[in-house]
């Protein structure tokens, strides 16, 4: 059902628009900005994992979000404290700052493009966590990176950070991977 991404991982990728071309009306339900940034972006990665979750079937909502609605956003594991490391390193001038999303975000002080995030999914396993339920009020799906990045700019109290991101909000309404 979900088209592969020709030439994944290789030099001669399909561009995003011959892939969202073969895109099938019944995967339609996925914004073509999520299909763009996590599907296609991250092919092997939801190919091997997230498929078998249906996010066909999820309900999408962009959403305004403020700096402690970013701070609720959780993962599995360490992955926080690892993010919140990594954040200092982008408002530090550390060769992290240097990544072109990391110099639009501490210009602009927002994302370049919204995260993706489930919400209240505590009743769905992830899938790469080894059997661990997703976190509430919110689960980080997309997005690790901007999110290490606007974490380290609102600890930092950033002198560019905007009161608000907008953030792909995903309801799970059913899943294969349900606890």
């Known amino acids: 059902m979900y088209p ?3 030439g ?3 030099f001669d990728v399909e561009s995003f628009e011959n892939y969202y071309a073969k895109w099938p009306e019944e995967l ?3 914004p073509q900005q999520v299909v763009e940034d996590w599907i296609y972006r991250h092919w092997r990665d939801f190919s091997n994992h997230w498929i ?3 996010p066909h079937l999820w309900v999408y909502r962009l959403e305004p979000f403020s700096n402690e609605q970013i701070l609720a956003i959780d993962h599995f594991g360490n992955w926080i404290r690892d993010l919140d490391a990594e954040g ?3 408002v530090t001038g550390k ?3 240097q990544a072109n999303f990391a110099q639009y975000m501490l210009s602009n002080g927002t994302f370049p493009v919204p995260i993706l995030v489930a919400k209240n999914a505590g009743h769905v396993v992830h899938p790469r966590s080894g059997g661990i339920s997703m976190k509430e009020p919110y689960q ?3 997005g690790h990176c901007r999110l290490a990045c606007i974490r380290g700019m609102i600890h930092s109290r950033h002198r560019a950070l905007a009161p ?3 953030v792909w909000v995903a309801e799970i309404l059913g899943s294969l991977h349900a606890a």
């Open 28 to 30: 339609a339900a996925i």
């Open 8 to 10: 994944y991982g290789d």
């Open 4 to 6: 592969p991404v020709r």
């Open 95 to 97: 060769p992290r700052s």
């Open 52 to 54: 078998e979750s249906a």
């Open 140 to 142: 980080l799906i997309e």
């Open 88 to 90: 200092v390193e982008y």
């Open 164 to 166: 608000s991101h907008e």
